[in-house]
């Protein structure tokens, strides 16, 4: 498998756990304000391959605890399966970080317990779903089943949104709200401006705008923070 990416250590991408990144390239969404614009094309510039990684993973076994799986969008990639089983031989825990769109995927890896942890992406309110990820039409309907999943408690998990001023406001965390209501874990992620982001021209809100978003899921979910 090719890798486009590899961070070899962080306290801050699986939550708890000393880990390593591993960036996979390919993404079914085109979201303006995306970090990693350069790995969206499966075909993006691979810096290493399995059996690399494998061997970075069997030296580094006494200093890691985890590894985090993403992306672009991880579940694209028809080996996924073969990668995380390798990884789980060598007696590590699985994060994956993912968009949503492949539920049939993240079922059977969640069933056959090849991941520990998920982060899913909230891009908007179901209504600007569409814009929020580079459409202008989406079929919001396999979004809505990983949701529905995860919120069936089989994994631990979290849900998460990039606030971007240009994509987001109030409106848009009183239709989250209800949306993802019962959820363990509601992230807000504080936009930033990088080179790498697709589109120019994006801001973020301050802190006291992303604390009052905050407040407006706050009732629904069983605990939520902001990130940056």
Same mark, same amino acid.
């Given at each position: 498998m090719k890798i486009q990416g590899l961070q070899k250590m962080t306290l801050l991408d699986f939550p708890g756990k000393v880990a390593c990144t591993v960036f996979l390239g390919g993404c079914d969404f085109r979201c303006p304000f995306c970090h990693n614009s350069d790995i969206l094309s499966m075909d993006s510039e691979a810096l290493l391959d399995d059996v690399e990684l494998m061997d970075f993973l069997e030296k580094r076994k006494n200093l890691l605890e985890g590894v985090a799986i993403t992306g672009g969008e991880p579940l694209l990639r028809k080996d996924i399966e073969d990668l995380l089983v390798k990884i789980k031989e060598l007696g590590?825990?699985?994060?994956?970080?993912? *968009?949503? *769109? *492949?539920?049939?995927?993240?079922? $059977?890896?969640?069933? $056959? %317990?090849?991941? =520990?942890?998920?982060?899913? /992406?909230? %891009?908007n309110s179901p209504e600007r779903y569409a814009v929020t990820i580079g459409f202008e039409d989406f079929d919001l309907s396999k979004v809505e089943e990983s949701k529905n999943f995860l919120l069936t408690g089989q994994v631990e998990y979290e849900f998460r949104t990039t606030v971007v001023k240009e994509f987001h406001d109030? /409106?848009?965390?009183?239709?989250? @709200?209800?949306?993802?209501? @019962?959820?363990?874990?509601?992230?807000?992620?504080?936009?930033? =401006? $990088?080179?790498?982001?697709?589109?120019? @021209?994006?801001?973020?809100?301050?802190?006291?705008?992303?604390?009052?978003?905050? =407040?407006?899921?706050?009732?629904?979910?069983?605990?939520?923070?902001? $990130? @940056?």
């Open positions: 590590y825990l699985v994060k994956l970080d993912t *968009n949503g *769109n *492949n539920p049939e995927l993240l079922k $059977r890896i969640v069933e $056959r %317990k090849l991941v =520990d942890y998920v982060a899913m /992406d909230i %891009k109030a /409106d848009s965390f009183k239709e989250i @709200g209800p949306w993802i209501e @019962g959820a363990e874990k509601y992230f807000l992620q504080t936009f930033v =401006d $990088r080179e790498k982001v697709m589109f120019g @021209g994006l801001s973020a809100y301050d802190k006291e705008e992303m604390e009052a978003f905050a =407040d407006i899921v706050s009732p629904y979910v069983k605990a939520i923070d902001i $990130r @940056g």
